[in-house]
């Protein structure tokens, strides 16, 4: 019904003009990430400077595979694009459990489908540094801090990623804390947080605080909604919330919702 096809590199600047023209805050290092070590499937059409519609499935180890990046140009939209790229999503890794990141629109799509409710989240907007968190024990991350910072995140996040996590690495300053970990990377419209793991909620406004203050420009992150009292402290000093997420899955369920799994790397990666 659509002429669907896969991406290759020539499309990424096509497919990164898709994404700002929606209004998200990807840029071409995500995208490339994305046709590296995933899959994505686009739709173009007359516009030579946006793709109409894409979508992305991205692989964290063997059992677990990541949809995103489900996106229809505004004018080719009410078309059926968004359902038939969802379900070639679907159907492109049989057998695993499937994941995402729902807006509250997409949460009443996506459930009718069988996706079950795991936990909800809230991006939130630091418009400035936080306070320092006194006897904190940051540090910047170093190459020796990698084994232990690659079993905290698969034991946190339900599956392994050392790639991603070594690409945003790469993109931004990273810091650990005893039992904790912050990492970050550049966005269109601001730099992106996350994810952070950390044993409790003064340890995570610690590597916060770090993040923050080396990135210098105002930031925003994906809060669990459990993270109440990381949640409060982000209010005191001036944080505002933006809009909220859910995210879903279908299949066997994993462990995608442990607690120290503070703050998520965004609703693209997981």
């Known amino acids: 019904m659509f002429a669907f096809r896969a991406a290759i590199p020539e499309d990424l600047p096509r497919a990164t003009a898709l ?6 805050n990807q840029v071409a290092a995500d995208w ?4 590296d070590h995933g899959a994505i499937r686009v739709l173009e059409d007359a516009d030579p400077d946006c793709l109409a ?4 499935l ?16 505004p004018d080719q939209r009410r078309r059926g694009l968004a359902s038939a790229l969802l379900r070639w999503a ?15 629109a997409g949460r009443l799509v996506y459930a009718p489908m069988g996706f079950q409710e795991i936990f909800g ?11 320092p968190v006194r006897g904190s024990l940051v540090r910047p991350m170093v190459a020796a801090d990698w084994p232990a910072v690659l079993a905290q995140d698969a034991a946190t996040f339900g599956a392994p990623r ?14 650990v804390a005893p039992g904790g970990f912050v990492l970050a990377r550049d966005g269109l419209r601001t730099p992106q947080i996350g994810p952070l793991v950390a044993p409790d909620a003064a340890t995570a406004a610690a590597l916060l605080a770090a993040a923050q203050s080396a990135l210098g420009v105002p930031a925003v992150l994906d809060l669990k909604d459990s993270a109440m009292e990381l949640a409060q402290r982000l209010a ?3 944080a505002t919330p933006q809009r909220p997420f859910t995210r879903m899955a279908i299949g066997p369920m994993p462990a995608l919702q442990c607690h120290e799994n503070f703050v998520l790397a965004g609703p693209e990666f997981g």
């Open 121 to 131: 989240f809230t991006r939130w907007l630091l418009p400035g540094p936080l306070p």
């Open 19 to 24: 994404s700002a023209r929606i209004g998200w």
């Open 90 to 104: 679907m159907d492109a890794r049989p057998g695993v459990t499937l994941a995402l990141d729902a807006t509250p």
């Open 162 to 175: 050392a790639d991603l996590l070594r690409r945003f690495a790469a993109r931004a300053p990273a810091f």
């Open 58 to 73: 991205l692989p964290h180890g063997d059992r677990l595979a990541w949809i995103s990046m489900v996106l229809v140009r």
């Open 32 to 35: 490339a990430f994305f046709l």
């Open 236 to 238: 005191e000093a001036g």
């Open 53 to 56: 519609a894409s979508a992305a």
